[in-house]
C-alpha cells in the first residue's frame, strides 16, 4: 500500500510517499530514504525490500514533485534538514531511522546537527563532501569544469563531464585537468544543446550540498546512531573517497554496501545496482542499532 500525501508550509508544498501503514505496524519507527538531487521515486525498489516496515521517501524542495514557494533556486542542506524536521514533528513518529543517499545523506547529517532527537538511526551513504578529501581544491576545480561544460554546450555534454569526473579514480591531478572534455557519444548521450541549464546536479545549484562543513561536535555528541556506508565499488572515485574520509572525521571506518553509488536502484533512471543485496546489508545494519 502506497500513498501520497503532501505536507504544505509556508516555503514548499513536500511531497512524500508513505510505503505502508502510519502509525507503522507493530510499534517500529518510520524508516525515512532521503535523495538529493534525487527525488523520492528513486527509492521504490529498495522501499519493496522492506515490506514489514513502514518507509516515507519525500521530493526535496524544489526537486520532483515539491513544489517550493521561497523563490529560491539553490538547493541547502540547511534548508532541507529544516524540511525533514517539519516533516517528522507533523507525522508524529520520530525518532525515525535513516537512509541518505548522496545529497540526501548530506542532508540527514546537517538534520542530526540541527535536531539530533529525530533521527535514532543514520546510514549516510556516499556523501559527496569535498571539503574532507586531501585533494578538496582540485576536487572543487573539477566540479566547477563540469559545471562550465554545461553552461556552454547543455545537458549532454554536461553528464558526460559529471560522469568523466566522478568515474575518475583517485586524486584529481595535472593529468585529469589535461584531458579533452569527453564525447557524450561516448556514454550514449546526445551532444546537441538541450537549451538547460537549470540541472541540479550539473550547474552550481547544490554547490552547498558538497560545500556543506558537518558540525562534528553536534554529530559526535548527539545520542543518534550514525554510520557511514560506501558502496564496495567505489573504491577510489569521489563518492567513496568523501564517504572513506566523512567516516573518519567522525572517528569511524566506514561500512561496506553491495555495489555502487547508485547500489539500491533497480532500473529507476535507468540505472541498476545491486538491490537486494543492498536491502539486506542496510537491513542488517538498522538491526544491529
Do not use: C, N
Not at 562543513?213 to 558502496?231: K, Q, S
Amino acid at each position: 500500500m502506497v500513498t501520497t500525501q503532501t505536507l504544505e508550509t509556508p516555503a514548499v508544498d513536500l511531497v512524500y510517499d508513505v510505503y505502508g501503514p502510519l502509525p507503522p505496524a507493530g510499534g517500529r519507527a518510520p524508516l525515512l530514504m532521503v535523495g538529493q538531487p534525487m527525488d523520492g521515486a528513486g527509492f521504490r525498489t529498495l522501499a519493496s525490500h522492506f515490506p514489514d516496515r513502514t518507509v516515507i521517501a519525500y521530493d526535496p524542495r524544489g526537486l520532483g514533485r515539491s513544489v517550493r514557494k521561497d523563490g529560491r533556486h539553490d538547493h541547502a542542506p540547511e534548508l532541507q534538514a529544516a524540511d525533514l524536521h517539519a516533516l517528522i514533528e507533523a507525522l508524529g513518529a520520530g525518532p525515525v531511522e535513516m537512509f541518505g543517499s548522496s545529497g540526501g545523506a548530506v542532508t540527514a547529517l546537517a538534520l542530526v546537527a540541527a535536531h539530533p532527537g529525530d533521527v535514532a538511526t543514520l546510514v549516510a551513504h556516499e556523501p559527496p563532501l569535498l571539503h574532507v578529501l586531501p585533494d578538496a581544491a582540485a576536487a572543487e576545480r573539477a566540479r566547477a569544469g563540469v559545471r562550465d561544460v554545461y553552461e556552454k554546450k547543455g545537458g549532454g555534454a554536461g553528464m558526460a563531464a559529471f560522469i568523466a569526473m566522478t568515474s575518475w579514480q583517485g586524486e584529481f591531478t595535472d593529468d585529469y585537468f589535461a584531458r579533452p572534455a569527453p564525447d557524450p557519444a561516448a556514454f550514449g548521450m546526445p551532444a546537441e544543446d538541450d537549451g538547460s541549464r537549470d540541472d541540479p546536479l550539473l550547474s552550481d545549484r547544490s554547490w552547498a550540498v558538497s560545500d556543506h562543513r558537518p558540525d562534528v561536535a553536534a554529530l559526535t555528541a548527539a545520542p543518534t546512531r550514525i554510520v557511514i556506508a560506501v558502496g564496495e565499488e567505489s573504491a577510489g572515485v569521489l563518492t567513496g573517497r568523501a564517504a572513506v574520509a566523512t567516516a573518519r572525521l567522525l572517528g569511524q571506518e566506514a561500512t561496506v554496501f553491495p555495489s555502487h553509488h547508485g547500489g539500491f536502484l533497480g532500473g529507476e533512471f535507468g540505472q541498476s545496482g545491486q538491490p537486494e543485496a543492498f536491502a539486506r546489508k542496510l537491513r542488517e545494519v538498522l538491526d544491529a542499532g
